[in-house]
């Protein structure tokens, strides 16, 4: 079996040109392993072997992105590796966001790649999604068992192997879960987990929980009567027919419709295809999802200015919380756009 | 209270022109079972097939599932259902082991449009992830009666709550005429469920089972009516063990908990099993949730109550199967955390993408959860010799014969937390 041929990436500090004074050279390639590359041409040994190491100062990849992309572009082409490896590149912020640009520019190629950095580097919330990269400590002091997970998990990824999960592989997290089937059944692994906390051992949820987010109200209006309103539901009402094909259950998409005109939400023209709760009522009066026909009344009183000639709609069934932060950012957008002081937001 | 649950084990089921039952072998007349489920009226027509684990088939729109039980003493099997209302999970019961019926249906008017698959594969890659693809199952195919297809009743009530209570009734029938083949037989194997006072000192755990499934019959809730948030309350391990709740819902087929599951139990069996040796396993709270938020702030006070009189250290809980009550499931985490009790917290991740956290919604004290799958992921069925249940699948194009992928939510069972499931996500 031939070895399989890795590139790797290192800064000027590692490339033994120089410090921070250094921090501006430009890229440059050179056949074999250099610097730290050396440990890892030890640990890969007889399966593989670095080709070449790309180096440049970590300012200039950062200020000068765009040549530093062209030219890691040439090198990677001229090289043909099976496999890139970046670092590792520790606690230092502008040393991970250069490994984590030309493990990005290999994927983009169709080259695998691999970094290895501090679980708090900066560039591990920006690349984590797009690249593996092995978890290290905060100081030079590992570089072995560092460089040694890095490379272990690029020889995977250059066979072809499937890659298990962060935990098991030894990568920090991208962020994707996949369901696979457990040794255990759902009853012996909950009780586990319960005797565990019980007895103050250490337990890891199988599903994170992620970081807490609060909205805050915004403030009354102050003029009601001077004031535009609009309709928006998260209750699945549309024309007839769905012709946009709004989905029932787990929605991606929002869609607007004219109410200009009408007095009240007829059972002719619309109906609601939300899929969390029986809808025969629903679609026998819309307005008992949509109040329409009430607003009207208002409008007509003068309670307030106007109601909006658009109505925006989604459902809100199982939505998945980016889906729905998405939706609220694209559709207040259009509203402050079109001069809507308030909305009457209809959930179901 | 003391539940002995007597085993029959069945290997196979076979056609037979009466029923019996030897050496392992369950023998049906299946002529005579058409004739049971149609003499109430509520079918058109219904099928009865015998099908086993290895066997080439594919059963779609699955509706619920049970195992056949008997009690030799007097006493109902299905109390509210077969049988009149009265306490179960003391003295003794008959079960079919490793048998179950299965009933599937086409929608009827007023079903929820999202259109549940609800497959259950009995070989191939789906068949590794759920019970219901290890037992014999002898499956109903039935029709609806066309009164079934008209919106409502003349009294207003929803068609399809009624037709699905109908179809639980029916199958309940069938299983409980099946079990009682077992009359005057003694048990391979006897498992005694008692609650008795461990020897020393363990901590007190309880059980939540976050559902709205019938109990004794009665509807203890339903998001469909007005009972949505009716005030938890305390049951005994061996009620639910023992026929008091039957499946009421026709969510999606990955989370559905069917009354199978409400008979055998994971959770529920491994706090039993424990009892004693780990644990001082002290009953089960039957939280219903509620539509708005004030029913749900109460719901969860009162679960907490009920928790705190019991004296207990820590809860095992496992959710209802949907959007919605999952905010009620975490307020409930989050107030007994706060309240001194650690809670772990079983439930699937039925939404989004492989890049989206999948939480509907969540509290920062839930740190401790079992999570029985993200659904959402697709899995390729196999082509099969035989399908049962229909023709076509609702949100597939493809045949269901296969080869056809659908996500694991079309999968019925694999992630219920209330029965055995093997399905879990990881971080990747």
Known sequence: MSKTRVVHYINQFFAGIGGEDQANVGPSVVEGPKGPGLVLQKILEGSGEVVATIYCGDNYVNEFEEKARDAFVEYLRRYQPDVVLAGPAFTSGRYGLACGLVCAIARELGIPAVSAMHPENPAVELYRSRVHIAPTAATTAEMLDSMSRASTLALKLAGDQPIGPAAEEGYLSRGLRYSQVASDDVGVRTVDMLMKRLRGEDFDTEWPVPTYDRVRPAPPLEALEQSTLAIVTSGGVVPKGNRDGLQSARATRWYSYSIAGRPSLSSEDWESIHGGFDTTHANRDPNRIVPLDVLREFEARGAFARLADTMYVTTGNQSGLENAIRFGEEISDELVKTGVDGVIFVAT | ?428
């Open chain 2, 1 to 428: 209270m003391r539940l002995e649950l007597g085993s029959f084990p069945v290997a196979d089921v076979q056609e037979s022109d009466r029923l019996s039952y030897a050496d392992g072998v369950l023998g049906v007349d299946t002529e005579a079972l058409r004739q049971l489920v149609l003499e109430g009226g509520e079918f058109a027509d219904v099928s009865v097939h015998l099908v086993r684990p290895g066997d080439q088939t594919r059963l779609i729109h699955v509706i619920d599932a049970a195992e056949p039980r008997f009690k030799p003493a007097a006493g109902s099997t299905f109390p509210g259902f077969c049988g009149p209302v009265e306490m179960v999970g003391e003295g003794g019961t008959h079960r079919l082991a490793g048998v179950a019926v299965v009933t599937t249906s086409d929608l009827v008017a007023g079903d929820p449009v999202y259109a549940p698959e609800a497959i259950i594969d009995m070989s191939g890659p789906a068949a590794d992830l759920t019970p219901l693809s290890r037992t014999v199952n002898v499956v109903l195919e039935l029709e609806p009666h066309p009164k079934y297809l008209r919106p409502d009743t003349p009294d207003g009530e929803l068609q399809s709550l009624v037709y699905r209570r109908q179809i639980r009734a029916t199958e309940l029938k069938v299983a409980s005429h099946l079990a009682r083949v077992t009359e005057g037989l003694r048990p391979e194997r006897v498992v005694t469920y008692e609650l008795s006072k461990p020897a020393r000192t363990l901590p007190r755990v309880a059980y939540l089972l976050h559902d709205i499934p019938w109990m004794y019959g009665a509807l203890s809730a339903s998001p469909d009516s007005e009972a949505y948030g009716s005030l938890p309350t305390l049951m005994h391990p061996n009620e639910v063990l023992d026929g008091a709740l039957v499946s009421i819902r026709d969510y999606e087929g990955c989370s559905r908990d069917a009354t199978y599951f409400y008979q055998n139990p994971s959770i529920l069996s491994e706090l039993y099993r424990r009892h004693g040796v780990d644990l001082d396993f002290v009953g089960v709270v039957l939280f219903t949730g509620g539509p708005d938020m004030d029913a749900k702030r109460l719901a969860c006070e009162y679960a907490y109550k009920l928790l705190r009189m019991l004296d207990v250290q820590a809860v095992c809980a496992s959710s209802s199967p949907s959007g919605n009550p999952w905010v009620e499931f975490m307020m409930f985490c989050q107030r007994c955390e706060r309240g001194g009790i650690k809670t772990i917290l079983a439930m699937p991740e039925e939404v989004g993408a492989p890049e989206d956290h999948g939480f509907s919604h969540y509290v920062p004290e839930a740190v401790a959860i079992v999570s029985t799958g993200r659904a959402s992921q697709e899995i390729e069925l196999p082509r099969v010799s035989t399908v049962i249940g229909g023709s076509e699948l609702h949100e597939v194009s493809d045949s269901p014969v296969g080869p056809v992928s659908v996500p694991y939510t079309s999968i019925f069972g694999v992630s219920s937390n209330i029965g055995q499931s093997w399905l879990t996500a990881k971080e990747y």
